[in-house]
């Protein structure tokens, strides 16, 4: 007579399925069925939440003020967004399927103690983009008090205490919990997306209609120039959302079923930021007409107004959503992520001070100072996460065949401990692949290697990792739970990809090993 369970919801329990301590929490435990609510609509309105927001329009809006043409940016937008939509889905499935966060699937690639290290990249990427929207909140605050009181215009300080001020409205969310704001999520994107809206009316008829606002011209004088800064822009498209990709199985973990997820991210994440991007591709045509040059920042833009209720009711909006997807995009990924490293000491509210202690030590005014400063942000940290992916889909899909043993995914000395807990196949991998990307930033002659850093870490890294694994022992790592327990009928309990969602409570059953 042999203890099993249907899923991972027990392993805590006192039936030899004990997990390791050091690698367990309950925000690391796998998800239950009772958790697993998310449906088609939910991802849809994910994506609509999360593409609804200031960085998204600053994201297009660079492209106008690199030079391009509204049709030039819109293009390129769509393509990056459906170019990341594949490692998106790819790494979504093992979340859907044996209901685990990211820190934990990482752990079947580069062993359970290597995993902090694809695990602090990503983290430390998330600290970035914290740091930003929180500078995006301050910028924010500033503006409304400008509008206000024009004197403040005068006081650089001013700047700065809505920064901290924001940054301490944040870290007081994260104290109190993410609950704490879930009330906002309701109306926030969609209000935005109004004022986003009405924004675009204004810009239209100071432009004069969207004759004058879209006719501007490209303003690339050779094929040359477009594709390089093409390249560049498309791999910042990618990078945008590089570490999504990577930590998108902390969502799909609650996914009802794989095509609940697989729809609803296919539908929501290109139609959603192509429809978001466009409101800012056509108000930075706009400010061409109207002021002579691109204004990329909407709040820059906004500051321009002598219309106070309408820049005063955008500005509050963009405050909300900041807020929002702050605290939703950047604080509960990292913090899991920083949970990873202790999970017996860091707990979510630590990691989440921790986040934006680091948020603020990038220095984000620095990235947001102009659009290549932007893009060349997105680009770099591309070069980081980009190798991840190409190894978490390579051991995944390639190596494992989709198969995890997910009670080892929380044991030492099981099938992922590898060399003392680390896979150092996965962490050369990773060398070579952020390697290759970013070695274009010191030698002038491979700069295109940069240019499509991403692309070019994923390759190196994957195309490594396989070659790598190849002559590992045990290549194919660990036989799934289902399939180590010979009962018939009992691998579509077992194994959520066959039949019932991973979890359920712990069963006595007869087996064989």
């Given at each position: 007579?042999?203890?099993?369970?249907?899923?991972?919801?027990?392993?805590?329990?006192?039936?030899?399925?004990?997990?390791?301590?050091?690698?367990?929490?309950?925000?690391?435990?796998?998800?239950?069925?009772?958790?697993?609510?998310?449906?088609?609509?939910?991802?849809?309105?994910?994506?609509?939440?999360?593409?609804?927001?200031?960085?998204?329009?600053?994201?297009?809006?660079?492209?106008?003020?690199?030079?391009?043409?509204?049709?030039?940016?819109?293009?390129?937008?769509?393509?990056?967004?459906?170019?990341?939509?594949?490692?998106?889905?790819?790494?979504?499935?093992?979340?859907?399927?044996?209901?685990?966060?990211?820190?934990?699937?990482?752990?079947?690639?580069?062993?359970?103690?290597?995993?902090?290290?694809?695990?602090?990249l990503r983290a430390f990427v998330a600290c970035g983009w914290f740091g930003?929207?929180?500078?995006?909140?301050?910028?924010?605050?500033?503006?409304?008090?400008?509008?206000?009181?024009?004197?403040?215009?005068?006081?650089?300080f001013v700047l700065w205490a809505c920064f901290i001020g924001f940054w301490?409205?944040?870290?007081?969310?994260?104290?109190?919990?993410?609950?704490?704001?879930?009330?906002?999520?309701?109306?926030?994107?969609?209000?935005?997306?109004?004022?986003?809206?009405?924004?675009?009316?204004?810009?239209?008829?100071?432009?004069?209609?969207?004759?004058?606002?879209?006719?501007?011209?490209?303003?690339?004088?050779?094929?040359?120039?477009?594709?390089?800064?093409?390249?560049?822009?498309?791999?910042?498209?990618?990078?945008?959302?590089?570490?999504?990709?990577?930590?998108?199985?902390?969502?799909?973990?609650?996914?009802?079923?794989?095509?609940?997820?697989?729809?609803?991210?296919?539908?929501?994440?290109?139609?959603?930021?192509?429809?978001?991007?466009?409101?800012?591709?056509?108000?930075?045509?706009?400010?061409?007409?109207?002021?002579?040059?691109?204004?990329?920042?909407?709040?820059?833009?906004?500051?321009?107004?002598?219309?106070?209720?309408?820049?005063?009711?955008?500005?509050?909006?963009?405050?909300?959503?900041?807020?929002?997807?702050?605290?939703?995009?950047?604080?509960?990924?990292?913090?899991?992520?920083?949970?990873?490293?202790?999970?017996?000491?860091?707990?979510?509210?630590?990691?989440?001070?921790?986040?934006?202690l680091i948020g603020v030590a990038v220095m984000p005014w620095r990235l947001?100072?102009?659009?290549?400063?932007?893009?060349?942000?997105?680009?770099?940290?591309?070069?980081?996460?980009?190798?991840?992916?190409?190894?978490?889909?390579?051991?995944?899909?390639?190596?494992?065949?989709?198969?995890?043993?997910?009670?080892?995914?929380?044991?030492?000395?099981?099938?992922?401990?590898?060399?003392?807990?680390?896979?150092?196949?996965?962490?050369?991998?990773?060398?070579?692949?952020?390697?290759?990307?970013?070695?274009?930033?010191?030698?002038?002659?491979?700069?295109?290697?940069?240019?499509?850093?991403?692309?070019?870490?994923?390759?190196?890294?994957?195309?490594?990792?396989?070659?790598?694994?190849?002559?590992?022992?045990?290549?194919?790592?660990?036989?799934?739970?289902?399939?180590?327990?010979?009962?018939?009928?009992?691998?579509?309990?077992?194994?959520?990809?066959?039949?019932?969602?991973?979890?359920?409570?712990?069963?006595?059953?007869?087996?064989?090993?």
């Amino acid at each position: 007579m042999s203890l099993y369970v249907e899923g991972p919801t027990s392993l805590t329990d006192a039936y030899g399925l004990r997990a390791d301590p050091q690698l367990y929490n309950a925000d690391l435990a796998p998800t239950t069925p009772e958790q697993r609510t998310w449906s088609t609509y939910n991802y849809i309105a994910l994506w609509f939440s999360m593409s609804m927001e200031v960085t998204t329009y600053m994201l297009a809006s660079s492209l106008i003020a690199g030079g391009m043409n509204w049709k030039q940016a819109i293009a390129t937008v769509l393509l990056g967004n459906l170019i990341v939509l594949i490692p998106m889905l790819l790494n979504a499935h093992a979340g859907t399927k044996y209901g685990i966060p990211f820190p934990v699937f990482v752990r079947s690639s580069f062993g359970v103690r290597g995993a902090n290290v694809p695990a602090l990249l990503r983290a430390f990427v998330a600290c970035g983009w914290f740091g930003i929207q929180t500078w995006i909140g301050g910028q924010s605050i500033a503006a409304m008090l400008n509008v206000i009181w024009p004197v403040t215009a005068t006081m650089p300080f001013v700047l700065w205490a809505c920064f901290i001020g924001f940054w301490l409205l944040n870290m007081a969310v994260v104290w109190r919990g993410v609950e704490s704001i879930r009330f906002l999520q309701s109306f926030s994107a969609p209000f935005l997306f109004v004022m986003s809206l009405v924004l675009l009316g204004f810009m239209t008829q100071k432009a004069g209609g969207f004759g004058p606002m879209l006719s501007a011209p490209s303003q690339f004088h050779t094929d040359s120039s477009f594709w390089h800064f093409f390249f560049l822009s498309l791999t910042g498209m990618v990078g945008y959302w590089a570490t999504l990709s990577l930590n998108i199985p902390d969502f799909t973990r609650y996914a009802k079923s794989q095509e609940s997820q697989i729809f609803g991210q296919a539908f929501g994440l290109p139609v959603a930021m192509t429809m978001y991007t466009f409101i800012g591709i056509a108000c930075t045509s706009a400010s061409t007409v109207v002021f002579g040059h691109p204004i990329w920042n909407p709040i820059t833009l906004l500051g321009l107004f002598h219309q106070p209720l309408v820049a005063f009711l955008a500005l509050i909006s963009i405050l909300i959503a900041t807020l929002n997807v702050n605290i939703g995009a950047n604080v509960v990924s990292p913090s899991n992520d920083f949970s990873h490293l202790a999970p017996k000491h860091i707990s979510f509210r630590t990691g989440g001070l921790i986040t934006g202690l680091i948020g603020v030590a990038v220095m984000p005014w620095r990235l947001m100072a102009s659009h290549t400063d932007y893009i060349q942000w997105l680009v770099s940290y591309s070069g980081l996460l980009g190798p991840v992916a190409g190894i978490m889909i390579a051991d995944y899909f390639f190596i494992r065949g989709t198969r995890l043993d997910t009670e080892s995914l929380y044991h030492r000395e099981g099938p992922y401990e590898y060399y003392k807990g680390v896979n150092l196949r996965a962490l050369i991998a990773l060398a070579a692949g952020v390697f290759s990307a970013l070695i274009g930033l010191l030698i002038s002659d491979l700069r295109f290697l940069y240019d499509y850093a991403w692309f070019v870490g994923f390759g190196v890294a994957a195309l490594a990792y396989i070659a790598l694994m190849g002559t590992a022992p045990r290549v194919g790592g660990a036989t799934p739970l289902a399939q180590r327990i010979k009962v018939p009928g009992l691998d579509k309990v077992l194994d959520p990809a066959l039949g019932n969602s991973a979890g359920a409570k712990a069963r006595i059953v007869s087996a064989t090993e």
